[in-house]
Nanobody
């Protein structure tokens, strides 16, 4: 079973930056997708961005041009660089790992990102 360990969350002032990291262990198959979702208080969890093992990316419209997702396949690690943060970006950010061919998802424990005004 894939295990995910997230890091990089914290509190930052509006306009600041944060970089989230997520390391996946016990990965069995190289064909996979890694990404980030977030959940703000009282709201459903939503996709932020994902990246395939081949490097194809997809972003939520609300973060395009502001967030950048990348990955290191050798390290089974995905990163989310978040720039020009706003208070509305405050949420718990969850790392997601997916085996797309079988539709199996794994989730990290979540890391809090708080943007103060």
């Amino acid at each position: 079973q894939v295990q995910l360990e997230e890091s990089g969350g914290g509190t930052v002032q509006a306009g600041g930056s944060l970089r989230l990291s997520c390391v996946a262990s016990k990965v069995t198959f190289s064909i996979n997708t890694m990404g980030w979702y977030r959940q703000a208080p009282g709201k459903p969890r939503e996709l932020v961005a994902y990246i395939t093992d081949g490097g194809t990316t997809n972003y939520a419209d609300s973060v395009k041009g502001r967030f950048t997702i990348s990955r290191d396949n050798d390290k089974n690690t995905v990163y989310l660089q978040m720039n020009s943060l706003k208070p509305e970006h405050t949420a718990v950010y969850y790392c997601n790992f997916r085996y797309p061919r079988v539709g199996i998802d794994y989730w990290g424990q979540g890391t809090q990102v708080t943007v103060s005004s």
